[in-house]
């Protein structure tokens, strides 16, 4: 029975500076995390927690690690005992026993812990969540110190698809797509954003986590950057920062409006106003144009020129890098075979007085696709061999069908790499990729498999360069972990539909027959 509380403020029979010292007490109680039994997954080769670790009971109670690895178990009736669990994760495997069951028999006393290796398959290791609640929930509750400000909700934020970032005065800008909250099963379909310090003006490495700070409504929540009128959600990608002509840096992405799913009916550039902190429309494109801004720009200086290039995820679209030139599409160029003016209905190749395939920089013309270069090479107007797209598994030979990431330059290599989800049809599975080329354009020739996630989605990797560590061998990439096209309908507790953080080690000799590229020139141009 709950005892009554009285007009002014206190509970009848027991003062508020009593009820304060209860309330003090049974937190301090809590946060000693003496309640609970201390489950602690770590990875084999770094000692480090690994997240989105599942353990389950032989009555099939289950429990998923936070972003250190840990899990604060207290279940009435399985408490001081042995219990079994059993032990998964995607890209990690637990040692079986003679039986085949992976997993381990622990003896489960409040206040006490166990510690527990998993070994990593994955050639990129797992860190931790970045957007959601309860990303370090269990820490919590066992009374660790987490090593993020906002451990257990930021801004009423429960979920948020794909992001992009980039870094723009001094700090790093980051927005995402639709976002769930606490309050209502509808959240901020416009665009919720956040800040967040450079690695070196903050307390916090990277490779711990993030502090975040978002742009808040006045109820707390995640609002919304970047609503443009019309029908449906509104996106952006294609985030990039320039200089005007007085120096002073300026923020770009292009917008999409979408209806019935994923119809795109209406695109255009918005720039961020720093007062209002939301995008203000700029230019609305002809929805025909076949070139405009998209995915995690690059810069790129060419014969001295500077470059802003629109990997998706193969850089094949750019434009000079000045402000004035990103609102007009027709000033984009697109590295094709097609001769310039071509369109979707009517592409023309241009080969030259030997039937050789010429490609270069055009404008007014269509950028080359998979899907474009498979119905060319179907018709017999294209060899494979003359295409752009013959990325391969290094270790098995199998074609890689590359569907969104991003593209950098890397010190450590001196190459461009890319961090790119497989496309496997009508299903985005959770597969990641890493693979090298001397340019921008290519060749992309090899790749490895760096993360994989069973029957569940991991799509729109995105790499962080300003996260990179130790000269560039050290990278750090997130994606979109979701359910969604998987066809798994098992959500998986506070992670669905979140952004995870990876790091990769670019000198895992497990990388080697991707590092042994073909040092062949790209394409005649």
């Not at 290039?309 to 030139?325: E, G, I």
């Not at 049809?425 to 354009?441: H, R």
């Not at 952004?499 to 020139?521: C, E, F, G, K, N």
Request: aromatic residues 12%; proline residues 7%; charged residues 25%.
């Amino acid at each position: 029975m709950q005892p009554a509380m009285r007009s002014d403020g206190m509970i009848r029979g027991l003062p508020c500076l009593a009820t304060i010292l209860l309330w003090l007490a049974s937190s301090f109680a809590w946060a000693n995390g003496g309640d609970y039994f201390e489950i602690r997954i770590v990875d084999h080769r770094t000692g480090r927690g690994v997240p989105l670790v599942e353990l389950k009971t032989v009555n099939n109670i289950r429990f998923h690690t936070d972003s250190a690895g840990r899990v604060a178990f207290n279940e009435p009736g399985l408490m001081n005992q042995q219990v079994y669990f059993g032990i998964k994760s995607h890209g990690y495997e637990f040692p079986g026993d003679g039986f085949g069951f992976r997993g381990h028999r622990v003896l489960t006393r409040a206040g006490s812990r166990v510690e527990l290796k998993i070994k990593r398959l994955n050639i990129a290791e797992r860190l931790y969540r970045v957007t959601g609640a309860g990303i370090y929930r269990d820490t919590i509750l066992l009374g660790h110190k987490p090593p993020i400000r906002q451990p257990l909700l930021n801004a009423q934020v429960l979920g948020s698809d794909s992001v992009v970032n980039t870094v723009y005065r001094g700090r790093i800008y980051w927005f995402w797509g639709d976002t769930n909250r606490v309050s209502y099963p509808l959240g901020n379909f416009h665009v919720p954003g956040a800040t967040s310090l450079l690695p070196v003006k903050g307390r916090l490495p990277p490779s711990r986590g993030i502090d975040l700070d978002y742009f808040v409504d006045s109820r707390g929540f995640a609002k919304p950057t970047c609503q443009m009128p019309g029908q449906g959600p509104t996106w952006i990608n294609g985030l990039v920062t320039l200089s005007d002509s007085n120096g002073k840096e300026r923020l770009f992405a292009k917008y999409v409006k979408v209806k019935n799913g994923l119809t795109i009916y209406e695109r255009g550039l918005v720039e961020f106003d720093d007062q209002r902190q939301q995008f203000r429309k700029r230019a609305q494109f002809d929805i025909q144009a076949p070139l405009y801004p998209t995915g995690h720009p690059l810069e790129h200086r060419v014969d001295g020129v500077d470059y802003i290039y629109f990997p998706n995820p193969y850089p094949l679209v750019r434009v000079r890098a000045r402000a004035d030139w990103l609102s007009d599409p027709a000033r984009y160029q697109a590295y094709t075979c097609f001769k310039q003016g071509s369109r979707e209905d009517n592409f023309v190749l241009d080969r030259n007085g030997d039937g050789r395939l010429r490609y270069g920089w055009k404008t007014d013309t269509l950028p080359l696709t998979l899907k474009r270069q498979r119905k060319l090479i179907k018709a017999g107007r294209m060899t494979s061999d003359e295409g752009l797209f013959r990325l391969k598994d290094a270790t098995s030979g199998k074609p890689v069908v590359a569907h969104r990431g991003s593209v950098y330059y890397n010190a450590y290599r001196k190459c461009w790499i890319m961090i790119t989800a497989e496309n496997f049809g009508t299903s985005l599975l959770g597969e990641i990729w890493y693979a090298e080329a001397p340019a921008p354009e290519g060749p992309w020739l090899r790749a490895r498999k760096i993360v994989t996630h069973e029957k569940y989605s991991f799509y729109n990797p995105k790499q962080h360069p300003m996260f990179d560590e130790d000269g560039g061998r050290f990278i750090l990439f997130e994606g979109t972990y979701t359910h969604a096209f998987s066809g798994n309908p098992d959500q998986t507790p506070r992670y669905d539909y979140n952004q995870i953080m990876y790091r990769l080690d670019l000198a895992d000799p497990r990388l080697a027959a991707v590092h042994d590229r073909d040092t062949s020139p790209p394409p005649e141009r």
